[in-house]
């Protein structure tokens, strides 16, 4: 048997080495690129995103770009450093003096913070500058980020900070002011899919693309994790094919065609047959969490198609089945379904949960027993039965809105901005006051109109955003009809509103008159 001790991982081995491969994440790349060209690059930056989409890739890319001194040892920063003279070498390698990089998880006191900020006063040994690449930021002690402030502040001109983390609200709005923020997105489904493609076509390994969809979509977004699954998957093949069996035995995936049948079944309220066929699936290897997560990919796939003709992986398949069911069917069935992926994170007996939760989703509208409205076509072949139509009696958007939590639903903008103050949002909170103005807002559901330039794509993370603290789904949309003014721009006229007010009045007057030349200041 042959070991292979120089083995490495994909997820190091197809680490990208320049901006340009990269996925993903093209305007934050550009960004950056045009930052170095033009020498005007920030001296922190704080990078934030999900686990595994290339936050300390992209530090360490700019530690290059800042140190490549080229093949001839002439260079200058560049936004496509050369990989082979000895800076670029040595920060690949991890051994580059100048290139300090922190777990913040395990150095998290200001012990440790204050012995690494005694290094920055003096100059790089070898590199252009001195970076120090701080990883998982916001685990830092609270004296740990003030012994850091200062520094951070007014850095010497030869340091540069990079901070990664995946939760940045909990870092000090003190230092995030400080820092050039960028948030990395997670890598869409075809992204990766292309992604993984390419790496096996060079690994010489075949494969299925329903089995690379799986993974796809399992990854969650992240890079790291669908390498990861592809070299599990890899690994566990015997015949060099990856394919789409062995990924579901591996994951513990449900069969999507399965899944179809669980879904035709809950929306027909054809409780027995709806809870074998979930059963059968359990029984075959699949989670119920992963089997109440594809429910919800399906409901939201026929819902999206319902209303906006979105295309999806089921193709005509599903325009067949959305044709046939009411979108305030599919939005009940999906809250219910959200509602129960709550109770499963804290139940002990998930397969039960699951089954309850379906029941409930069933009864919820009224479908047991009430078959006889109409044929709804089977979501993957002609050989299940018809179904019929769902029809629900009408739930109006504010009662569908507030049915979860409503006691946390914010009953203005106002509130809405209040929301991610308290959650310490300080970006969305200056978008909201500064950037849009409000067009139209009832619960659920807000139209803004841009009134200057933005962080691009604010509007889904302010609505993912509500819908995490309410509990409900929320719509936020730019329009092109005109609105109020900011609300940014309706404070300064109220305080100058009232600050005239005042000085008009007899006390004021009176004051003049008593100190004359002096500057009456309303408070």
């Given amino acids: 048997m042959t070991h292979h001790i120089n083995y490495q991982v994909l997820a190091r081995t197809t680490r990208p080495t320049k901006f340009s491969e990269l996925i993903g994440q093209e305007a934050l790349t550009q960004t950056l690129k045009n930052a170095i060209e033009s020498g005007r690059l920030a001296h922190a930056f704080v990078l934030t995103g999900i686990r595994g989409v290339g936050k300390t890739t992209i530090a360490r890319l700019i530690a290059r770009a800042l140190n490549c001194v080229g093949v001839d040892g002439t260079g200058q920063p560049t936004s496509e450093p050369c990989g082979v003279c000895d ?48 990883d998982e930021v916001h685990m830092l002690s609270k004296n740990a980020f003030n012994s850091l402030l200062k520094t951070l502040e007014e850095p010497p001109p ?22 050039q923020p960028f948030d990395l997105r997670r890598i869409p489904v075809d992204v990766l899919l292309t992604h993984f493609q390419n ?23 992240s890079v790291r994790d669908g390498l990861s699954i592809l070299e599990q998957a890899i690994v566990k093949v015997t015949d060099n094919k990856i394919t789409v069996s062995t990924v579901q035995e591996m994951l513990g995936l449900a069969d999507r065609e399965k899944i179809a049948t669980v879904f035709n079944c809950l929306m027909r309220g054809l409780v027995r047959e709806c809870l074998e066929a979930t059963k059968t699936l359990y029984e075959e290897g699949a989670d119920p969490d992963i089997i109440l997560q594809d429910l919800l990919g399906t409901t939201y796939q ?86 019929s139509a769902v029809s629900s009696p009408v739930v109006s958007p504010e009662r569908l809105v507030t049915s979860f ?119």
């Fill in 87 to 134: 800076q670029c070498q040595m920060i690949a390698e991890d051994r580059h003096v100048d290139v300090i990089e922190v777990d913040a998880a395990t150095r998290t006191g200001v012990d440790d913070m204050r012995q690494l900020m005694e290094g920055i006063s003096y100059k790089p040994v070898m590199g252009r500058y001195k970076i120090y690449i701080i």
């Fill in 199 to 221: 790496i096996l076509q060079k690994e010489g390994v075949q494969f299925e693309m329903e089995a690379l969809e799986c993974i796809a979509r399992a990854a969650g977004g």
């Fill in 302 to 387: 026929t819902l999206s198609f319902k209303v906006s003709g979105a295309v999806s992986a089921e193709g005509n398949k599903l325009q067949a089945l959305a044709e046939k069911i009411e979108p305030k069917s599919l939005m009940l069935v999906w809250q219910v379904l959200m509602k129960g992926a709550e109770e499963m994170k804290a139940s002990t007996m998930p397969l039960e949960n699951l089954e309850v939760i379906l029941i409930r989703a069933m009864h919820i509208q009224g479908m047991v027993g009430k078959e006889n409205r109409g044929e709804i076509p089977s979501l993957v072949s002609s050989s299940l039965s018809p179904v």
């Fill in 405 to 523: 939590r409503s006691d946390g639903m914010p009953k203005t903008f106002e509130d809405v901005i209040q929301l991610f103050e308290k959650k310490r949002e300080p970006i969305i909170v200056d978008y909201l006051t500064n950037d849009v103005g409000l067009v139209d807002f009832r619960p659920g559901a807000i139209k803004l109109n841009q009134l200057r330039e933005s962080t691009p794509n604010l509007q889904p993370k302010v609505a993912k955003f509500l819908s995490e603290c309410t509990g409900a789904s929320w719509l936020v949309e730019l329009v092109t009809e005109k609105g109020q003014e900011s609300l940014g721009v309706q404070r300064a006229l109220a305080r100058e509103k009232r600050e005239k007010d005042a000085l008009s009045t007899e006390e004021a007057k009176k004051i003049s008159e008593l100190f004359p030349g002096a500057q009456v200041v309303v408070k």
């Fill in 158 to 179: 030869h340091v540069k900070f990079i901070f990664a983390t995946t939760e940045i609200r909990k870092v000090p709005l003190t230092i995030l002011s400080r820092c």
